[in-house]
Each structure stands twice: as C-alpha cells, then as structure tokens.
Nanobody, 123 residues
C-alpha cells in the first residue's frame, strides 16, 4: 500500500510557474499524469526509484522538471512557462512493483494514485 498526497496546484497566468508536490508513504518509481476535461489521462513525467533517471512527455520537455527528495519521500513537478493547454487535474502515481511491461508512460503501469490537484493556466 502506498499513500500519496499532492499539493501545489492553483491558478496562474500563461508564462508563469507552479511547483507540485507529492508526499509518498514509501519510495517507488513515480509518475505525474494529467487529465483535462473530456480528455483521457495522459503521461507528463516520471522518475526512477533512485532519482537517477527521469522521463518527460514531449509536450512538456524543456518546461517541466520532475525531481525527488529522498529524505522527505516527496516527488516534485516544477512547471515553468505554463500554457493554457497545461490546464488539467494533475495526479501523482506510484508504479506497480511488478510492471505490465507496457512502459512508464502507460496509466495501467501504476496502481496507487493521489487525489489530484487542479492547475489552471489563464491566457
């Protein structure tokens, strides 16, 4: 069992920045996903158990950075140069210990999810 608590969402103007946090009850491979109204949940970024490897979706590459603090067992998503199309509910997720082999960008690879935090970017 892994519990995840997100924080840090809000309303920001285009071009602005936000940092999302995800406090986890234990350290695992972690991902951030987002879901806009009427759309499917999509991969944003992921980070390995050690923090030595990170992965980003093409849509956020160069703007978003995922990182983790081992001491605090917290994963962060620093979001810069935000665009209106980044508006969504953002979720952190813990990857299954025994993966399905589909890849870290697939929703079904994750079995524990946070409650979600709303990010709204105004134009």
């Amino acid at each position: 069992q892994v519990s995840l608590v997100e924080s840090g969402g809000g309303l920001v103007q285009a071009g602005g920045s936000l940092r999302l946090s995800c406090a986890a009850s234990r350290r695992t491979f972690m991902g951030w996903f987002r879901q806009a109204p009427g759309k499917e949940r999509e991969f944003v970024a992921a980070i390995s158990w050690s923090g030595g490897a990170t992965y980003d979706a093409d849509s956020v590459k160069g703007r978003f950075t995922i990182s983790r603090d081992h001491a605090e067992n917290t994963v962060y998503l620093q979001m810069n140069s935000l665009k209106p199309e980044d508006t969504a509910v953002y979720y952190c997720a813990s990857r299954k210990l025994i993966t399905t082999g589909q890849g870290y960008w697939v929703v079904d690879e994750y079995d524990y999810w946070g409650q979600g935090t709303q990010v709204t970017v105004s134009s």
